[in-house]
């Protein structure tokens, strides 16, 4: 059974750092392009980071988060990561992980508010 769970979200103060996390299970981890998407309240979801597999040789930003937002992973523990720095309110969403092109289930996400 294939499975999401992201994890690190919270508040934090306009300019702080949060770290995401996506632990994968119940599928063939390593080869796929991982993503992580967010979604603010009204608007569509959108894709804000990719990383190639297996070895993330190569990642791709949306414009609004390129230069502050960094996406890793660990394949020995299925593990995809967000680093978010210099957060903005308008970063403010529910961020998932999943496939690029979203192949799989969602899962719950993680609530990201940044906010003074």
């Known amino acids: 059974q294939v499975q999401l769970v992201e994890s690190g979200g919270g508040w934090v103060q306009p300019g702080g750092s949060l770290r995401l996390s996506c632990a994968a299970s119940g599928l063939s981890f390593s080869f796929r392009t991982m993503a992580w998407y967010r979604q603010a309240p009204g608007r569509q979801r959108e894709e804000v980071a990719s990383?190639?597999?297996?070895?993330?040789?190569?990642?791709t930003y949306a414009d609004s988060v390129k230069g502050r937002f960094t996406i890793s992973r660990d394949n020995a523990k299925n593990a995809v990561y967000l680093q978010m720095n210099s957060l903005k309110p308008e970063d403010t969403a529910v961020y998932y992980c999943?496939?690029?092109?979203?192949?799989?289930?969602w899962g719950q996400g993680t609530q990201v508010t940044v906010s003074s």
């Open positions: 999943n496939t690029k092109g979203s192949t799989l289930p």
């Open positions: 990383i190639s597999g297996p070895v993330g040789s190569s990642s």
